[in-house]
């Protein structure tokens, strides 16, 4: 069992096409979802606009004298707030944005850091494999005498036929 499941966790993580398979997944999942986050800003800078507009309506209100000052300012403090607010979800979400995507450089990187990694892995010790394991917070459900399932960072979800020496 201990074989079967680390040469299926070492053939997903290591393998080149698996690799670049993965990371145009998430290069796609993470396109969708950006998309879904710029029109997130674009309310956030529409509702930033309107706050600016009211700030203005105060402003013409206060100098025109019609509402006592501690009701303008308990009001523009209100908007200052609800702007502030609004300007660090578009500044999380812009932080979000940059760090969504793998470029090319750290695809580069990933695929030359498994291959250096699947050469030191050819022949790891009981400690590598567990301390590998551990940091891939792996589970392992049995399904039945032959199968298991796998699940943590390497995905949702693989079964590992353990009747065969290879993964499905």
Same mark, same amino acid.
């Given at each position: *069992?201990?074989?079967?499941?680390?040469?299926?966790?070492? $053939?997903?993580?290591?393998?080149?096409?698996?690799? #670049?398979?993965?990371?145009?997944?998430? +290069?796609?999942?993470?396109?969708?979802?950006? $998309?879904?986050?710029?029109?997130?800003?674009?309310?956030?800078?529409?509702?930033?606009?309107?706050? $600016?507009? @009211?700030?203005? *309506?105060?402003?013409?209100?206060?100098?025109?004298?019609?509402?006592? @000052?501690?009701?303008?300012?308990?009001? #523009? %403090?209100?908007?200052?707030?609800?702007?502030?607010?609004?300007? #660090?979800?578009?500044?999380?979400?812009?932080?979000?944005?940059?760090?969504?995507?793998?470029?090319?450089?750290?695809?580069?990187?990933?695929?030359?850091?498994?291959?250096?990694? @699947?050469?030191?892995?050819? %022949?790891?010790?009981?400690?590598?494999?567990?301390?590998?394991?551990?940091?891939?917070?792996? +589970?392992i459900d049995v399904i039945c005498r032959e199968k298991v399932k796998l699940?943590?960072?390497?995905?949702?979800?693989?079964?590992?036929?353990?009747?065969?020496?290879?993964?499905?």
């Amino acid at each position: *069992m201990e074989q079967a499941i680390w040469d299926t966790v070492k $053939d997903q993580l290591l393998d080149r096409n698996t690799l #670049k398979e993965e990371i145009q997944r998430q +290069r796609e999942e993470a396109s969708v979802e950006n $998309d879904r986050k710029l029109i997130r800003v674009e309310a956030i800078d529409a509702a930033i606009s309107e706050v $600016d507009r @009211k700030l203005g *309506m105060l402003l013409d209100a206060y100098l025109n004298g019609g509402f006592a @000052k501690t009701v303008i300012n308990q009001r #523009k %403090n209100e908007l200052m707030a609800q702007r502030d607010d609004l300007e #660090k979800e578009a500044l999380r979400i812009q932080d979000e944005l940059k760090s969504a995507i793998i470029t090319t450089d750290e695809e580069k990187e990933l695929l030359e850091f498994a291959d250096e990694l @699947k050469i030191r892995l050819d %022949n790891p010790t009981f400690e590598q494999k567990r301390r590998v394991l551990e940091l891939l917070d792996l +589970r392992i459900d049995v399904i039945c005498r032959e199968k298991v399932k796998l699940s943590g960072v390497i995905g949702d979800g693989l079964i590992v036929n353990l009747s065969r020496s290879s993964p499905p």
